[in-house]
C-alpha cells in the first residue's frame, strides 16, 4: 500500500507433504500474490539467485512495492553443487523515463496561468531523490507547496513557502495543483469537493501510468521518473523566466491564514495548566531535537498534531503509519531506521514519538532495542486513551457504578501507566513526566545518553485533542 521497495524472504513447509496436512502448511506464493509485485518459489536450490534478482528488481523498476520469496523447508538441509548454481549478477538501476514533451508545454502553460497555484510534494518524489530539482523548481518561481507526512523535507519545512499552517485553505481554494508522487487518496481527501474547488485542475507526474486519473480526471499527466520530469518542467521556466506574483491576494490569503493557525498553536503550547497538552508536549520536543534526526511517528491525535509541529529539514527523515494507516509499526521502523544510521551515520539519533495506544501493539520490542543497544529515543504520549481517555478519578468513579468491561469506553486505557518501566525493565532508561520542565530535562538526558535506549513517559491532558479550527486526518467534514 505505500509503494515502498521491499523483498520479504519466508519459509514454507515441505512441498512432499503438500495436501498431507503438514505443519503451518498454507498456500503463501498464492496469497502473497494478491499483495505483492511478484511472488514465487525457486523450483530448486540452483534457481534461488535468479528468483531473488527477479524480486530485487521487481521491486524497485517502475513503481516500487513488496514482492515475495518463498523457500521449502526441505532446502534448508539439502546440498547442491557449487557449479550448477545459477549466479545471476544483480540487475541495472532502474531505467528513467522522461515525460512526452507536449504534456510538458501544457503543464508549464497551466502553471504559468494559475491564479491560486499550489505544489503538492508526496513521498514519491522522496524516493524519487528528487529534492534538488523541486527546490529549484519552487524558488524558480516562488510557488507555495504542501508536503504530504512523508513527503516532508524534500523541500524543509521551515521554507517560507511552505504552507503547511494552512493545509485547508490552500487545497480548498487552489486552481492549479500539481502532485509530484502524491496520491488522490484518502490522506488528500481523493481530491474531491468539498475539499477542493469543483473546477480544480490538477498537473499528475507518477511514475505509474496505472495512477494517472484515479478518483479525478486530470488536466495533465506526466508520466515518467519525477526528477526527470520536473527537470524537464524547470527547462520550462529556465527558457521563458516566469515567477508567480508573491504580492499576489493567494499568497497574501495564505500567509495570513498561516499566521493565523500559528497564533492559535502558539497560544495552546503556552499553556501553563498541567496536565499539558499535545502542543505544549510536542513544541518543547520540537526546540531540543537534532536537525538531522530520523522521526518516526504512529498514533492517533500524537501523530495528526505531531506532524503539523514537529518539523524535518531534511528528505528521507520521517517515517510514518503510511498511507495503510498501520499501528504497531513505530518500533519495528524505529529498529530499522537505528540499524541503517548506525551503519551509515554512527550519531544520528531515532526519535520515535508514539501514542500510547500505538505503543501498545509492538511495546515488547523494546527488549529488541535493549539487546541491540540501539540508542533510539521513544517517546511515549500518555492520555489514556485512543484519542481521549479517562484521568484517575474518573476511572474509579466509573467503577462505583459496575464492572471495568461494562463501564469504561472501550477506547480508554488504564489511567497513568508506568510504560517507562517497560524501558527499565530491559535496563534501558525510564523517565516519567508531567511538566513542561521535566520534559526538557529527561529530553536532554536523553539525548546526551549516546550508549542506551531511553523511553519517556509523558503524562498529557486525557481529553487533549487537535485546536479546533484544524481538521482530523479521519473527518470528511469542511472547515
Known sequence: MSKRPLVVI??????????????????????????????????????????????????IYGRPGACYVDIPAEFVNLEANVNSIKYVECCLPPPVSMAEMSAVFTAASLIRNAKQPLLIIGKGAAYAQAEEEIR???????????????????????????????????????????LFGARLNWILHFGLPPRYRPDVKFIQVDICAEELGNNVKP?????????????????????????????????????????????SSQELASKKSLPMNYYTVFYHVQEQLPRDCIVVSEG?????????????????????????GTMGVGLGFAIAAAMVAKDRNPGQRVICVEGDSAFGFSGMEVETICRYNLPIILLVVNNNGIYQGVDRDSWKEM?????????????????????????TAFGGKGYLVQTPEELQESLKQSLMETAKPSLINIIIEPQGARKSQDFHWLTRSNM
Not at 147 to 170: E, L
Not at 221 to 238: C, H, M, N, S, W
Open 399 to 423: 467503577l462505583k457504578f459496575g464492572d471495568a468491561t461494562t463501564m469504561v469506553p472501550p477506547m480508554c486505557l488504564l489511567p497513568n501507566a508506568h510504560y517507562e518501566q517497560v524501558m
Open 219 to 263: 488536466a495533465v499527466t506526466l508520466l515518467g521518473d519525477i526528477k526527470a520530469v520536473i527537470r524537464q518542467l524547470l527547462e520550462q521556466f529556465i527558457k521563458a523566466p516566469w515567477q508567480y506574483p508573491p504580492e499576489s491576494n493567494w499568497w497574501k490569503t495564505l500567509r495570513e491564514k498561516m499566521k493565523s493557525n500559528k497564533a
Open 136 to 178: 529549484k523548481l519552487v524558488e524558480r518561481c516562488k510557488l507555495p507547496f504542501l508536503p504530504t507526512p512523508m513527503g516532508k523535507g524534500v523541500v524543509p519545512d521551515s521554507h517560507p513557502n511552505c504552507v503547511a499552517a494552512a493545509r485547508s485553505k490552500a487545497l480548498q481554494f487552489a486552481d492549479v495543483i500539481v
Open 10 to 59: 519466508g519459509g514454507s513447509s515441505e512441498r512432499s507433504q503438500e495436501t498431507m496436512g503438514a505443519f503451518q502448511e498454507f498456500p503463501q506464493v498464492e496469497a502473497c500474490r494478491l499483495y505483492s509485485k511478484f511472488s514465487a518459489q525457486p523450483s530448486s536450490i540452483e534457481a534461488i539467485p535468479s528468483i531473488i534478482e527477479k524480486a530485487v528488481r521487481s521491486s
Open 300 to 324: 492517533a491525535n500524537t501523530m495528526d498534531i505531531g506532524r503539523t509541529v514537529l518539523q524535518n529539514y531534511l528528505p528521507r527523515h520521517r517515517l510514518d503509519a503510511g498511507t495503510f
